[in-house]
């Protein structure tokens, strides 16, 4: 564990989106145990069938989608309860994929959100401003609106602990190998930062990018105030470029 009492702890989280089968995640497990963790606190979020592979190792991970009701007649959704019963402790809530492709609305993002916090877990809300949104000078006005409508109704015991990690999730920047400019990155994640304090979160809360985040790029970004770690998903797929990004989180 890192972060002292009063810095945020620095996370690096993978997102594995719908790639690899769980033999392939179990080769991974394996190599990725034989690597140095370099006081990183590392979060995997593997597709819903490859689970049973992190559920049986020693690491932290969680889903990329929960459904916010527990269980019965709801065709394709995973359980939170389920997903805690083996052993995950996280939860991505609101990736610009899901909001985009699947249509989830702020309403059930922010219902996702209780749902994990009523099981002790924590979640990462991603958020992030589409291109036409920066281009028409909206960016920090969709930040405010995606974060108010997930936490404006947070339990104050989740402000304090903070049960919360947000990912700052410019849309343009994801899978596209354009990656936001450090003072982009930099006046997000500060106004970010405004609006959990303003809330009531800890300052503990950690803000992490995601976006293009590569070995070459994470040195630089890791260094901003307010970027505590990062959401990968393409570079996280191999164990050397993931360890690359932690090793350069460092220097
Ligand atoms: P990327 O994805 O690193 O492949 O851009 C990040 C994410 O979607 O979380």
Not at 172 to 191: D, M, N, S
Not at 193 to 212: A, D, M, R
Not at 215 to 236: D, I, R, T
Request: with cysteine.
């Amino acid at each position: 564990m890192t972060g002292s009492m009063t810095n945020p702890k620095k996370i690096l989280a993978a997102n594995w989106k719908l790639n690899k089968s769980p033999r392939e995640a179990q080769n991974f497990v394996t190599d990725f145990s034989k690597a140095e963790k370099l006081g990183l606190d590392f979060v995997f979020f593997p597709s819903a069938l490859c689970a049973e592979v992190f559920s049986r190792s020693k690491l932290e991970w969680g889903l990329q989608n929960t459904y916010f009701e527990n269980s019965g007649a709801f065709t394709g959704e995973n359980s939170a309860g389920v997903a805690y019963e083996m052993g995950s402790r996280w939860v991505l809530v609101g990736h610009s994929e899901r909001r985009t492709l699947f249509h989830e609305s702020d309403a059930e993002i922010e219902k996702k959100l209780q749902r994990a916090w009523n099981l002790n877990m924590q979640p990462i809300l991603c958020v992030g401003e589409t291109l036409s949104e920066r281009e028409n000078g909206q960016t920090l006005q969709v930040l405010k609106s995606q974060l108010m409508a997930a936490l404006g109704n947070a339990p104050e015991s989740v402000k304090v602990q903070p049960l919360l990690t947000v990912a700052y999730e410019p849309v343009w920047a994801i899978g596209t190998g354009k990656v936001a400019t450090t003072a982009q990155v930099q006046e997000c994640h500060l106004e970010i930062f405004k609006i959990l304090k303003n809330l009531g979160f800890s300052e503990k809360t950690s803000i992490l990018y995601g976006g293009s985040v590569k070995p070459e790029n994470a040195g630089e970004l890791s260094k901003l105030p307010h970027v505590s770690g990062f959401l990968v998903g393409g570079a996280s797929l191999k164990v050397d470029s993931l360890m690359s990004i932690a090793k350069n989180m460092q220097n």
